[in-house]
């Protein structure tokens, strides 16, 4: 960065490292081209307010009660706070500071940026958008653009388009992050999206909100990505004194193609947002008793099941919904987080105690955030959801959302759900969310007031989840939407671990799963073997097949346990009992993605290394046999390539000739033939350090 003449603060580099003592030249404004460009009107800004002649995409826009919507942010100082650089910003005539505050993490090169706009001035202001950063990337014509779309049961697309002049929205204005798209992004140069070559720029906003991001490639081929809030139907009214903080903004580069943006991304979040860092405890085997009881849970069924978890090897039992209130079917009780007393009359701590007997842990399945219009809650706080007064009120899944900004709903929630963790011995929630926003009104507000809500619901989300794991420390948390649909580095920074998608079909996932790698760390991934023919689209899997899917993550199981065969168990028995012996390597270690499964591919391939590169877990797929056609052979990376790796198979075999002990350069070089034939087949394989 570097100021300009004019007081502005531009970008001068982002990419790879330099010398400590190369020159990166003065910062000027864009020359003049016509009257139409003048000069500066295109500069490359960092934070850029919308004022003077400036034609690119602000990062600031606001509007002030006098009618003058001018800002122009002038570079004032800076300071070192806590290890972070923060750069002040103003408009001392408007009454404006921004300060820009840029940490950076050492081990990755990951920058994050936010903004704390303030109003200093004398009168009232409203901002009209707000970003975080604004990131500039070298001058170009040739570069393209990654980023994640979906549905529900159908996330993690993976896309690709060429950046041309204009612009690309990525957004959700649906209350909270969507699956429709991902708050992620990756840009690469010269159109080579290798995953072992090429330049990539990348980032992810750390918010579980409405957002944007927006890429712009401007008439002089300057590419720029300008991501927050998102300014639809965004108002922030800030009075004389008061401030705004935006979300966080992380950036990184890498030359070494898309596999290893992934990477550097997988290590940030694990040691700089997922709680407890690098030291955070491993996602254990887990049960949720969903497919097998649906609404229909009691103390003996449930109890029963604990019985064939726990035989099976399974660290932790979940109860999902139908626990609570008059919860029979999805029309009643949301709201009501009070234990059904015909389903368990002596409360939860009969199945707890359990649960806990057979050695496991004991989690339960919440939605606080909702209300059914049937329903206590409902009854007596009508006036407590999202709703524009006198309209209509739009359900989804028959349920109603609960304005979180309002401070009586956020104090209510904390205590319903501090009293169901203190008063039973609960290890984990899984905390779902099943709706987007409608009616997005605040009634109890001044009008110029409501639209706050887009911001101050998710910061009363995060307080919340902050408290309850202060008070209970003990307490691990997983962040659900009707699967994928609140996946950011917001709300991963207060949960354990997240759910990707409600459909667990295991072919589905392969895509599912990979698309999520782009982005986020298996450690956060948490992936069931459940129930064949498969409910999303009456696919017949093998429970080979299933749990080999399953294992690339963190390993649970939603099957209905009461169907399965003894030799069903058996199987199961010996999977978990192998993934525990892996289980480190693939939540903690490199991801590699060896064969893509995108576009319906036939083949799917990762390995995981682990960080001292002692252990490699390799497991290959084939959806579809073709014409005879061999598996792919596999080379593995990040291997020590003068160490020598014994081979054993969890499932499968390797091709007559191959050795069971080689160097990690003969894995990585020569590579591995494996015997998979047919639809649906998989291998698994351990390469351990001799």
């Known amino acids: 960065m570097g100021v300009d003449p004019d007081g502005r603060l531009q970008t001068l580099y982002w990419g790879a490292r330099l010398a400590k003592d190369d020159p990166l030249g003065p910062a000027t404004p864009a020359p003049e081209r016509s009257s139409f460009d003048p000069k500066g009107a295109l ?68 920058i994050g940026r936010s903004a704390h706009i303030e109003n200093t001035g004398k009168q009232a202001l409203t901002i009209d958008s707000a970003a975080a950063a604004t990131w500039s990337l070298p001058s170009g014509s040739d570069y393209s653009l990654r980023y994640l779309t979906g549905t529900w049961a159908g996330e993690w697309h993976l896309q690709t388009r060429a950046i041309t002049p204009g612009a690309t929205v990525l957004e959700s204005r649906r209350g909270s992050t969507s699956d429709e798209n991902n708050p992620w992004f990756a840009i690469n140069r010269g159109g080579q999206w290798g995953e072992t070559h090429g330049d990539v720029w990348f980032g992810a906003l750390a918010w579980s909100g409405s957002w944007s991001i927006r890429v712009d490639e401007d008439i002089l081929g300057q590419v720029r990505v300008t991501g927050g809030f998102n300014p639809f139907d965004f108002a922030y009214r800030l009075k004389p004194g008061e401030a705004l903080d935006t979300p966080v903004f992380y950036g990184g580069y890498t030359g070494d193609g898309m596999g290893e943006a992934s990477r550097l991304l997988h290590r940030f979040e694990r040691g700089r947002i997922l709680p407890g860092g690098e030291s955070a405890k491993l996602r254990p085997v887990l049960y949720n008793s969903w497919e097998a009881t649906e609404f229909k849970v009691d103390e003996a069924g449930q109890e029963s099941l604990a019985e064939k978890a726990a035989a099976l090897g399974v660290e932790r039992f979940v109860v999902d919904d139908g626990w609570f209130g008059a919860r029979n079917n999805d029309h009643a009780g949301l709201g009501d987080w009070t234990v059904n007393r015909t389903k368990f009359p002596n409360g939860l701590k009969p199945l707890i105690d359990k649960v806990h007997g057979l050695g496991m842990s004991f989690g339960l399945w919440v939605e606080p955030e909702m209300v059914n219009r049937d329903s206590d809650l409902y009854r007596a706080h009508p006036d407590w959801v999202l709703n524009f007064t006198d309209r209509q009120r739009s359900e989804g899944r028959n349920q109603l959302v609960l304005n979180l900004a309002r401070e009586d709903v956020k104090a209510h929630l904390f205590e319903v759900l501090d009293r169901l963790v203190s008063e039973n011995d609960i290890q984990f929630l899984k905390w779902d969310y099943n709706r987007n926003w409608s009616e997005p009104g605040w009634p109890q507000m001044a009008p110029e007031e409501q639209q706050k809500v887009y911001v101050t619901y998710v910061r009363n989300l995060y307080n919340i989840l902050r408290r309850l794991r202060e008070k209970h420390p003990g307490l691990e948390i997983e962040s659900c939407s009707g699967g994928g649909a609140r996946v950011d580095l917001g709300v991963m920074a207060l949960t354990d671990e997240v759910w990707p998608s409600d459909n667990t079909d295991p072919s589905d996932r392969l895509s599912i799963q990979d698309g999520f790698s782009q982005a986020y760390a298996p450690a956060t991934m948490m992936a069931w073997v459940t129930g064949s023919p498969h409910w999303a689209n009456k696919r017949a899997t093998s429970l080979d097949f299933r749990f080999l899917s399953s294992m690339q993550g963190g390993l649970g199981i939603g099957a209905n346990l009461l169907e399965w065969t003894d030799a069903d168990k058996a199987t199961a028995r010996q999977y978990i009992a192998a993934y525990k012996t892996i289980r480190a390597t693939v939540q903690r270690g490199a991801l590699y993605r060896l064969l893509s499964p995108q576009d319906r591919a036939p083949w799917s391939a990762t390995s995981s290394v682990s960080a001292d590169r002692r252990q490699a877990v390799l497991f290959a797929f084939q959806r579809e046999g073709q014409e005879a056609r061999a598996y792919p052979t596999l080379r593995l990376q990040g291997l020590d390539p003068d160490a020598r790796y014994g081979m054993r198979f969890i499932h499968g075999s390797a091709a007559p000739g191959t050795p069971e002990v080689a160097s990690g350069a003969y894995w990585m070089e020569h590579g591995i033939d494996l015997l998979i034939k047919g639809d649906f087949d998989a291998a698994g394989v351990v390469f351990d350090k001799r």
Do not use: C
């Open 43 to 110: 500069s490359r800004q960092e934070y850029a307010g919308w004022g003077g002649n400036i034609t690119a995409m602000p990062a600031l826009k606001v509007r002030f009660d006098d009618g003058n919507r001018d800002l122009i942010l002038r570079y004032e100082s800076y300071r070192i706070d806590h290890g972070a650089l923060v750069v002040v910003m103003r408009d001392a005539q408007a009454g404006v500071d921004v300060s820009l505050r840029y940490s950076a993490d050492e081990a990755t090169g990951i």
